[in-house]
């Protein structure tokens, strides 16, 4: 017989980044830099500040949420949702550790849809962060020194 055991739709990536903390800092809450790796928003990303991220090239607003915690340069946190999401409101939690030679960038993506229908969604979110994750590291190892 099988059963379905339902647990917690949570999603859980780390990437190692040949960056400072400060600099991958800077890549998840500044403008310029989030726009080179993810959606840019119109203001730094500062706690107790709404969230409002705009795709690149339509200019739309993609995502939008609060930044809930803005611990500099260790961890930020934000209210996350996506019009696929209807008026579900998830977590995006980003920790940053420093290691040998950079930085280990955790994510952990909660508070997801759990249904049956919901379960595309939560594939979508997950190449999505694997995509931008991609992108990030590609544009922090493209820096050149000034």
């Known amino acids: 017989m099988n059963i379905a055991v339902s647990t917690p739709a949570v999603l859980h990536k780390s990437i190692f980044l040949r960056a400072d ?58 209210s996350f949702t996506v019009k696929p999401m209807g008026d579900a409101v998830s977590l995006v939690k980003w920790t940053l550790q420093s290691v040998e030679g950079g930085t280990k960038l955790s994510l952990e993506h909660e508070g997801l849809p759990q249904s049956a229908e919901a379960f595309g969604l939560v594939l979508s979110l997950d190449k999505g962060w694997d995509e931008h994750f991609g992108e990030m590291r590609a544009a922090i190892n493209e820096v050149v020194p000034a």
């Open 21 to 78: 903390r400060e600099t991958v800092w800077a890549y998840l809450t500044e403008p310029d830099r989030l726009a080179e790796w993810f959606h840019k928003p119109e203001r730094p990303l500062q706690e107790g500040a709404k969230l409002e991220m705009f795709g690149r090239e339509s200019g739309d607003l993609l995502i939008w949420g609060e930044v809930k915690a803005a611990r500099r340069p260790e961890y930020l946190e934000y």
